[in-house]
C-alpha cells in the first residue's frame, strides 16, 4: 500500500532553471512531511521539512509547499546547480507513528550545464 | 563526532547462510530505525529500536528477521536463510528523539544473495 507516491521517476534540467519535484499522498493522518536527498552509494541526508499546519517553508535555494486539500506537496530548488544532481525522496509522517517514515520511490534529479 | 556509522559496506551471502548487518548510532542518539530499498524503490521502514528495546518492528518479515539494539554495542540487523529476495541496501538511521524529523542515516549495507 504505497501512501507516498512520486510519479516522476526522473527529471532533467538545466543549470540556473528552476527545478520542481512532485510529492502526492493518500492518508490524511500524516503531520509531517520531508525532502531527503540520496548521492549513489550514500545515504539519505535530510534537506528540508513542512509541518502539516504550514502551507510552505523556505531554506536558502530549497522551498516545499504543501497543499493539503489536494494532498500534495512539492520542492521547488532555484536556481538549480551540478551538486543537485541527486535522488530525491519524498518522505510522510504519520501522526500515531514513533518516528517511522514513509517514503516514495524517489525521483532521479540531473542538472546539465 | 562521527556519523552513523554502518558495516560491512557491501556483504555478499549465499542462499541459505546468515548475514548479520550492524549499525552504531550517532553519538548521544538512543533511537535507531531499520529500513530496507530494493531496487527502483523507496525506502521501507523495517524497524525501530532503543535501547534494549524493539518499540515498533511494523515492517520486519514474520520470518527469518530479527533485530536488537543492546546496551552496549551496536544495532544488529540479522537475516537468516538469506534469500536471493533478500537483496537489497539496508539503511540505519538514528535520532535523539522519538520523531521521524531529526533522523541522520548511515551509508547503508549492500546485502548481495548469491
Known amino acids: 500500500d504505497q501512501q507516498v507516491k512520486q510519479n516522476s521517476p526522473s527529471l532533467s534540467v538545466q543549470e540556473g532553471r528552476i527545478s520542481i519535484l512532485n510529492c502526492d499522498y493518500t492518508?490524511?493522518?500524516?503531520?509531517?512531511f520531508l525532502w531527503y536527498k540520496k548521492y549513489p552509494a550514500e545515504g539519505p541526508t535530510f534537506l528540508i521539512s513542512i509541518s502539516s499546519i504550514k502551507d510552505k517553508n523556505e531554506d536558502g535555494r530549497f522551498t516545499v509547499f504543501l497543499n493539503k486539500s489536494a494532498k500534495h506537496l512539492s520542492l521547488h530548488i532555484v536556481p538549480s546547480q551540478p551538486g543537485d544532481s541527486a535522488v530525491y525522496f519524498c518522505a510522510a509522517h504519520p501522526t500515531d507513528s514513533w518516528g517511522k517514515l514513509q517514503f516514495g520511490a524517489g525521483t532521479q534529479v540531473v542538472v546539465t550545464p | 563526532n562521527a556519523g552513523v556509522m554502518q558495516n560491512p559496506r557491501h556483504l555478499v551471502r549465499r542462499r541459505g547462510q546468515e548475514a548479520r548487518l550492524r549499525c552504531s548510532p550517532m553519538?548521544?542518539?538512543?533511537?535507531v530505525y531499520w529500513y530496507r530499498q530494493l531496487p527502483e524503490e523507496g525506502l521501507k521502514f523495517m524497524v525501530y529500536l532503543q535501547k534494549e528495546n524493539i518499540i515498533d518492528e511494523s515492517g520486519m518479515p514474520k520470518e527469518r528477521f530479527s533485530a536488537e539494539f543492546p546496551k552496549e554495542g551496536p544495532s544488529i540487523l540479522r537475516i537468516q536463510q538469506v534469500v536471493r529476495g533478500d537483496s537489497a541496501a539496508y539503511f540505519c538511521?538514528?535520532?535523539?528523539?522519538?520523531?521521524?524529523?531529526?533522523?541522520?542515516f548511515g551509508s547503508g549495507t549492500r546485502l548481495t544473495v548469491v
Open positions: 553519538k548521544g542518539h538512543s533511537h
Open positions: 538511521a538514528s535520532s535523539p528523539y522519538t520523531t521521524g524529523y531529526g533522523y541522520t
Open positions: 492518508n490524511s493522518m500524516f503531520d509531517y
